[in-house]
């Protein structure tokens, strides 16, 4: 049986980090509310007060600790690598073992007396002895062919040490490691193509950053999974399974599902679902900007041919739009499924405004309809192409800003308003050369901005005089 002192240790952490959240909801509630008139604002820092008169989350002892941590694991690694040659092999055994199970008796027992910061320390210090303990292992038996299993190996100690204790920043190593092993299997030559496996390895560091409610866990597992992602597409690519346009129009769908359904999560109050949703609607954003690059690269072929022989213009516009391939539709259209149901879902809950949900459907079916279209079209129609492909993406980023201005969901307005500025430098560097054109272009732009922000000036007066409903 576990200890009561352990098990109190263990809720005592549990119950600080759900005041951690609890704070910043608490926060976010008292704008609202004070914007609503249901409270006074002279209140606010009074209950924020009342709120945080627990024990502090963080600490710069806690900070210093981590940081010592870290030095000495650095330390220990250097002093035995350099000493590595010298050393008879039970006694580099013996050293690596010794210190590893120091620092998680010193983690236990500090976890135990309720020192949380040096807990962790001491974890973060264990975590970095065990992957230092395979790495020169490997080199003791010349196992460099398996170095990349080695921080699989790595991850899934650090992660069960992360799940033990618990402790948060070990947890946070975990997800940094298990995303640098899917980067350097990604580019092995001699690994399989595609890494399939990272996503159990993800799925079970997420359900420890949910149960943790680890957000910079969570920040590190979405960046993860939209990397390896980009290295799926790229895999599929180079098999001939999907063509340069299809490969970016599936991975903006897939991005896009993946937010909606995370934001879905959100409203359960699921730790980490607003993290992966926030980071699913940047990656879909900037897969479905990028659209715009193998089709320019093919217009710039298409220029260059005229003054080289040697260039066929038809090599490149099968890279990039090819025949059929047969495994874009399937795919294409279950994300667009997840898309329409978590759209009508967020829309009925009153979650997601009609404007919105209008712009992301209308994107999703011509990102769908896309491949096909340029096929169909044919090279005389790359001009249209790029038109309506900038088109969809100004129409997603004015409907996150208009979403974003309910309030709740700042962040997707922030992520709109970037995807706008960023598509309006793309279209001036594309197609704009002269003072004369890019005067007319910025007071185009600028006449479009302002529009926009009175139209949701007004739209939110009369939100506001109406009740707010």
């Not at 200890?3 to 976010?28: E, H, S």
């Not at 973060?124 to 196992?143: P, V």
Request: charge should be positive; include cysteine; aromatic fraction near 10%.
């Amino acid at each position: 049986m576990m200890p009561q002192g352990r098990v109190g240790g263990k809720r005592r952490r549990r119950d600080a980090t759900d005041m951690d959240g609890y704070r910043k909801r608490l926060a976010r509630d008292l704008e609202r509310w004070i914007a609503q008139g249901l409270v006074d604002p002279a209140n606010r820092q009074a209950i924020l007060d009342s709120a945080s008169s627990g024990r502090p989350a963080w600490s710069a002892t806690g900070a210093a600790a981590i940081l010592g941590a870290v030095l000495l694991g650095l330390a220990a690694i250097t002093f035995v690598a350099a000493n590595w040659a010298e050393m008879a092999r039970a006694l580099r055994f013996g050293v690596i073992l010794a210190a590893l199970w120091a620092a998680f008796a010193g983690a236990a027992a500090a976890f135990a007396r309720d020192r949380d910061a040096v807990g962790h320390a001491l974890a973060l210090l264990g975590a970095a002895l065990f992957g230092a303990a395979i790495t020169l292992t490997a080199q003791t038996f010349n196992m460099s062919a398996f170095r990349n299993t080695g921080v699989l190996i790595w991850t899934g100690g650090a992660l069960a040490t992360a799940l033990v204790l618990p402790s948060r920043p070990v947890l946070i190593l975990a997800a940094l490691l298990g995303a640098a092993w899917a980067v350097l299997e990604s580019v092995n030559p001699y690994a399989p193509d595609i890494l399939w496996s990272y996503l159990a390895v993800w799925a079970l560091t997420a359900a420890a950053a949910t149960r943790m409610h680890s957000l910079v866990s969570w920040t590190l597992l979405a960046i993860g999974l939209f990397v390896w992602l980009g290295f799926t597409m790229k895999s599929f690519v180079d098999a001939g399974a999907l063509f340069e346009l299809e490969a970016f129009a599936l991975y903006a769908l897939i991005a896009a599902a993946i937010a909606l359904a995370a934001s879905a999560l959100r409203e359960a109050r699921l730790a980490g679902a607003g993290v992966l949703s926030n980071w699913a609607a940047i990656a879909g954003l900037l897969a479905g900007w990028a659209l715009q690059f193998p089709i320019a690269a093919y217009v710039r072929t298409v220029e260059r041919a005229e003054r080289a022989d040697w260039l066929d213009p038809g090599t490149r516009w099968a890279e990039v739009f090819g025949p059929e391939s047969g495994a874009f539709l399937v795919p294409a259209l279950v994300a667009g499924g997840v898309i329409l149901a978590c759209g009508l879902y967020a829309r009925a809950r009153g979650r997601l405004e009609t404007s919105a949900l209008a712009a992301v459907l209308a994107a999703t079916a011509f990102l769908i309809a896309l491949p096909f279209i340029a096929r169909a079209a044919g090279p005389e129609a790359v001009a249209a192409l790029r038109i309506g492909i900038g088109a969809a993406v100004y129409a997603v980023a004015v409907g996150l800003i208009l979403q974003g201005a309910r309030g709740e969901r700042r962040v997707i307005g922030g992520i709109g308003v970037a995807a706008f500025i960023l598509q309006s430098i793309y279209v001036y560097a594309t197609l704009f050369g002269d003072l004369l054109d890019t005067a007319v272009f910025f007071l185009v732009g600028g006449a479009l901005l302002l529009g926009l922000a009175f139209a949701a000036a007004r739209w939110r007066g009369r939100r506001q005089a109406g009740g707010g409903s």
